[in-house]
């Protein structure tokens, strides 16, 4: 049999022992009578029939039928009603539509209770949506579901209208509500605006497209304007990282038309702490946090890489969380201080300052130099992050498959950020796996815009290469992926041939120029086996993500002052830049009929203008050279 828990490839020797886990699912479902909330009862909007049995469902429904003074006490007055409707057993949600098929001409809306509170923690309950039709019939229900622990009891609603409207408007006349979305509509005739039961119909047309949810609304006077100002900020450290992979050879088929040839195994990784130039070497020394590049390659006997980086980067985080809680008291030059008194605006929002929001020192935490003066409220958020950030160039599509089964490596919450079915990042308590999505290209196209006669632009490079390697470190470097099929093939003592380059994936080999780069490298360097040659190809890809993606962020500094360290895609950064350098305050809808115009005027798929090709094989030439085809 196959071992699939942590990985594959393995086979199953013996069972050694069994773990079984009983859970018991409780469907929300009615019960006996519960009290409704003070809150509730007070607005005399439900009839809760007073039931001793299990069948709160089948009197709720009924209660609609009941008149006379004793409504809320199960009697005659209910009994008599009980063969108006075919009920069947006691009915949970996700069976109502059960009855509603039994009962062809009955149709039943449910909402639930969300308890909140005011202040000073002041009980108040908000009714929602939980099951809502798409169409009312001719004989329609709304019911309530109140709980108490693992009980629920179901209310019948005689006045929806007075239920919700404390909780959805402060308008006293009368108001129509949209059972799905609790959109509100008054009869006040406005010249360009539908109002009452109009509204409520032409809003329908709209909002039955949609699940029902409780939207909340931004409040009126609310703008969208940018608040960022801790992503204006450097992140103080951050780590590159890269993993090198074996292709094991394998022939198996994955459905009818796919064949699996290649099984990919973590064979080494990379990574290198990038320090901000603010924080003193001797800190770094102090909590032993290397900035040199780490490099750790497996072998047959030690195949566990993805386990073995995600301790590395876990120990490591916890050295660099102790770090950022370093607070170092502000050091000012006689120049600073005097730049400091006679400023009288804030330098990140421009507000002058005030007795109530005054004028401080912001400096660094970690080395205690002064940057600039701040009112109060601005330099609160500009606090020394308390996490990790971990970048990869192709997380997303590549590497976060090979860690992924290592994650579960200790009790701490793993968040994950969805960007499709097989595309996401990673956040680990204080460790952040960040996908670089702003940039789609190659690490090889990448390191080439970076390109220039002095290669300043390398600097990360530079710190561990001597001047005469720096031109053959500051280009993508050229390695024999499927050649490497085994841990054996990793001592060889030679270069693999032109041949051995070949990529089935792409149906292409190497150029006879990037042959030759490798050869160089390889004896420049003095390779003595193929793992020193995958080392070193590992060591240069990480240093040069890390000046790709530093010269990237010194770019975003410069121009728009904001940190992309702090942002997970390219839009989010654009849209923050935007609001920042603007400085426009957006207005918010508050209309949520707009907002649904909107969603339902987004349209996604290919567009693309075609034209048609046609090819004669049968031509005869007319009087100004015009062609047509025979067949």
């Known amino acids: 049999e196959e071992y699939k828990s942590r990985g594959s490839g393995f086979t199953l020797e013996s069972i050694d022992g069994l773990l079984l886990s009983i859970y018991k699912y409780t469907p929300m479902s009615g019960s006996s009578y519960i009290e409704l909330p003070a809150f509730i009862d007070r607005k005399r909007a439900t009839i809760s029939p007073q039931n001793a049995d299990q069948q709160c469902f089948k009197w709720a429904i009924l209660a609609r039928h009941v008149t006379g003074h004793a409504i809320y006490r199960i009697d005659e007055n209910y009994r008599k009603h009980e063969d108006k409707y075919n009920f069947e057993g006691i009915t949970p949600l996700s069976d109502i539509a059960k009855f509603e098929k039994n ?14 509170f005011q202040i000073p923690k002041v009980p108040r309950y908000e009714v929602y949506p939980l099951r809502v039709v798409n169409e009312e019939k001719k004989d ?27 909780q959805k408007t402060g308008h006293k006349e009368r108001v129509v509500f949209c059972k799905r979305y609790f959109t509100s509509f008054d009869n006040q005739h406005l010249k360009y605006k539908l109002s009452g039961q109009e509204a409520l119909d032409q809003h329908k047309l709209i909002c039955g497209a949609h699940k029902p949810i409780l939207p909340e609304m931004p409040k009126e006077g609310e703008c969208l304007q940018f608040k960022a100002w801790k992503k204006t900020q450097r992140h103080p450290i951050v780590i590159y990282a890269d993993f090198e992979k074996i292709l094991m050879k394998t022939d198996k088929d994955k459905g009818h038309n796919t064949r699996i040839i290649h099984k990919h195994e973590a064979m080494s990784y990379g990574l290198i702490v990038k320090a901000s130039n603010d924080i ?116 997303s599509n590549y590497d976060a498959h090979l860690i992924v089964t290592e994650l579960g490596h200790d009790t701490k919450a793993i968040n994950v950020i969805p960007n499709s079915e097989e595309k996401f990042g990673l956040d680990i308590s204080k460790i952040y ?21 002095g290669l300043e632009n390398f600097c990360e490079t530079a710190k561990h290469f001597v001047a005469g390697d720096m ?20 001592k060889d003592r ?58 990237f962020r010194d770019v975003c500094m410069c121009a728009y002052n904001l940190n992309a360290a702090h942002y997970f895609t390219a839009p989010g950064l654009s849209f923050d830049a935007m609001l920042k350098f603007t400085g426009q305050k957006l207005e918010m809808l508050l209309d949520y009929d707009m907002l649904l115009m909107f969603e339902n005027g987004i349209r996604g798929g290919l567009v693309q203008a075609s034209k048609r090709y046609a090819k004669a094989n049968n031509m005869i030439k007319f009087p100004g050279d015009f062609f047509l085809s025979a067949t």
Request: charged residues 25%; glycine residues 4%.
């Open 103 to 116: 009962n062809i001409n009955v149709s039943n809306n449910v909402y639930g209770l969300e308890k909140k």
């Open 140 to 166: 329609h229900f709304d019911l309530l579901m109140v709980t108490d622990g693992d009980n629920s009891h179901y209310t019948y609603i005689s006045n929806f209208s007075r239920l919700i409207r404390a």
């Open 280 to 395: 003193p070497t001797e800190l770094m020394e102090e909590h032993e946090i290397t900035k040199e590049p780490v490099i750790y390659r497996g072998s047959e006997s030690k195949t566990d890489v993805a386990k073995h980086f995600i301790e590395t980067v876990t120990e490591l985080a916890i050295k660099i969380e102790k770090l950022l809680k370093t607070n170092k008291p502000i050091v000012f030059t006689d120049e600073q201080r005097q730049s400091h008194d006679t400023c009288t605006a804030c330098n990140l929002c421009k507000i002058n300052f005030t007795y109530d929001n005054h004028k401080v020192a912001d400096h660094c935490h970690l080395s205690g130099k002064y940057r600039q003066a701040l009112c109060n409220l601005c330099n609160l958020k500009l606090q020394t992050p308390n996490f990790v950030l971990i970048f990869f160039h192709n997380l």
């Open 433 to 453: 796996f960040s996908l670089n999505t702003f940039m789609a290209s190659g690490l090889s196209t990448l390191a080439k815009n970076l390109t220039t006669p």
């Open 471 to 490: 031109p053959l470190v500051t280009r993508k470097g050229v390695y024999p992926y499927e050649y490497t099929d085994s841990w054996e093939l990793l």
């Open 494 to 551: 030679r270069l693999p041939r032109k041949r051995d380059f070949y990529s089935t994936l792409t149906e292409t080999g190497v150029t006879e120029s990037d042959f030759e780069h490798a050869k160089l490298v390889w004896d420049h360097f003095k390779c003595e086996t193929m793992g020193e040659y995958s080392d070193l190809y590992l060591k240069i890809d990480e240093l040069l993500l890390a000046d790709v993606f530093e010269n």
